[in-house]
């Protein structure tokens, strides 16, 4: 039997992605994001940009706007073969994360969102200090992480994981969840051990779901239920080393 974590086996993801076609940005989209990322990355200094665990995100195409040189890997072959037959300006590429062919320092930043939480969302965490790892190797300038992980948490966790690939300053931003994602986290809050795509197919419970997306957009208070975290986090290495 494959004791290997679920969300790193590739069979998992091709499942996922031929169930769910739809366009997926976990936790914030670019309209999220651009405000904390744009005064940080800049494609006339640092144009190159790896995207590890891709996914069927918009980031990707939203950063080629921008004027960088996306690179894009991710496990399953299912969602790069439909994502990487449209006509994009980006390359997309079969790739397990945790142990890429690229050489050293070859990006000048390297970018995840969501892949280190999914790999470590388990008991097996050693996946996702290798993600990490990995990402510091290929590496010239600059680490970028969105995760859900607090500081307090996380910022151990990859501080660790990065010192075997070099030396790194660190900075931590908030960034507002998209309301998408806010929509989700409430339907697990409601309804706890329930499955979310189960939730949103009743009718029922959605109506409640969105009820209480609506309150929180405009701001009024849940007493029952509330949103567990409306917002996500951006961690930014730079190695220490680096030209620029």
Request: a neutral charge; charged letters at 20%; one cysteine or more.
């Amino acid at each position: 039997m494959d004791s290997t974590p679920k969300y790193a086996q590739q069979s998992f993801w091709n499942d996922r992605y031929r169930a769910h076609s739809k366009p997926e940005d976990w936790y914030a989209t670019w309209n999220e994001l651009k405000s904390v990322l744009s005064p940080l990355l800049s494609p006339s200094t640092l144009p190159s940009l790896l995207m590890v665990g891709c996914g069927n995100s918009h980031l990707s195409q939203a950063l080629a706007s921008q004027g960088f040189h996306v690179t894009n890997v991710d496990i399953s072959q299912v969602v790069i073969e439909k994502i990487g037959g449209e006509e994009r300006s980006e390359e997309y590429l079969v790739m397990d994360a945790t142990n890429m062919p690229f050489k050293d320092r070859c990006f000048d930043i390297v970018m995840d969102k969501g892949t280190f939480d999914a790999l470590t969302s388990g008991s097996n965490t050693g996946s996702g200090a290798d993600l990490v790892r990995e990402m510091g190797r290929v590496a010239s300038n600059l680490v970028v992480f969105v995760t859900f992980g607090r500081p307090e948490v996380r910022s151990n966790e990859l501080k660790s994981a990065l010192l075997a690939v070099g030396e790194w300053t660190e900075e931590v931003r908030q960034c507002a969840l998209s309301p998408s994602a806010q929509l989700a986290n409430i339907a697990r809050s409601k309804f706890p051990g329930e499955g979310l795509s189960a939730v949103l197919k009743s009718q029922t419970k959605l109506q409640l779901v969105l009820l209480e997306l609506v309150k929180h957009l405009r701001g009024q208070p849940s007493h029952e239920n509330p949103l567990r975290q409306d917002h996500c986090w951006v961690y930014l290495y730079r190695r220490l080393n680096s030209s620029a």
